[in-house]
T-cell receptor
Framework: DTEVTQTPKHLVMGMTNKKSLKCEQHMGHRAMYWYKQKAKKPPELMFVYSYEKLSINESVPSRFSPECPNSSLLNLHLHALQPEDSALYLC??????????????FGPGTRLTVT | AQSVTQLDSQVPVFEEAPVELRCNYSSSVSVYLFWYVQYPNQGLQLLLKYLSGSTLVKGINGFEAEFNKSQTSFHLRKPSVHISDTAEYFCAVSKASGYALNFGKGTSLLVTP
């Protein structure tokens, strides 16, 4: 199973809402990532988890709050978002951060629209 | 820091024609190179990667790429494209000692009949 799954596929939320994005992988990967991708742009790294601990936060605003409940799951909690946060949110995983050369496996993404 | 330049933002090509998508990288250290494809409304899928060894790398869907250290390039090629190859293609680089991927801006491949 080389699949990363993400739910929901689409999400529309108001600026006062609280919602969560979910990501799951069963490949035994110990590194998981959140990316934000705007239309016609490359993915931008937001957060990296390694062994369920937050390793990297790329200066992401606090209205985005990641969580890694266990080695297979990654959540992104959203609160008080702005319209400019509308984007495709991609989750990815890789076997490890400690050895280079591993590709990252990407999920299909959640298309988020903030109204 | 390592970076990637994809020289073409859009490449239109007719079905069954050959195609080359260009990627140049800059780095003062050893790097690993990747090509990812993103079909409309989907995530990224790895086409191929170069870590070491043979400079000609074969990937999925008939794609291949050649690592050229002297020209710091990693161009992607396919001898005959299909309509279904229409997608966004991203070249990415990571340091040989690290995990972070630096993506190029992407090349939009449009295959028409």
């Amino acid at each position: 199973d080389t699949e990363v799954t993400q739910t929901p596929k689409h999400l529309v939320m108001g600026m006062t809402n609280k919602k969560s994005l979910k990501c799951e992988q069963h490949m035994g990967h110990r590194a998981m990532y959140w990316y934000k991708q705007k239309a016609k742009k490359p993915p931008e790294l937001m957060f990296v988890y390694s062994y369920e601990k937050l390793s990297i936060n790329e200066s992401v605003p606090s209205r985005f709050s990641p969580e890694c409940p266990n080695s297979s799951l990654l959540n992104l909690h959203l609160h008080a978002l702005q319209p400019e946060d509308s984007a495709l949110y991609l989750c990815a995983s890789s076997p490890s951060l400690t050895r280079a050369g591993y590709e990252q496996y990407f999920g299909p993404g959640t298309r988020l629209t903030v109204t | 820091a390592q970076s990637v330049t994809q020289l073409d933002s859009q490449v239109p090509v007719f079905e069954e024609a050959p195609v080359e998508l260009r990627c140049n990288y800059s780095s003062s250290v050893s790097v690993y190179l990747f090509w990812y494809v993103q079909y409309p409304n989907q995530g990224l899928q790895l086409l191929l990667k170069y870590l070491s060894g043979s400079t000609l790398v074969k990937g999925i869907n008939g794609f291949e790429a050649e690592f050229n250290k002297s020209q710091t390039s990693f161009h992607l090629r396919k001898p005959s494209v299909h309509i279904s190859d229409t997608a966004e293609y991203f070249c990415a680089v990571s340091k040989a000692s690290g995990y972070a991927l630096n993506f190029g801006k992407g090349t939009s491949l449009l295959v028409t009949p």
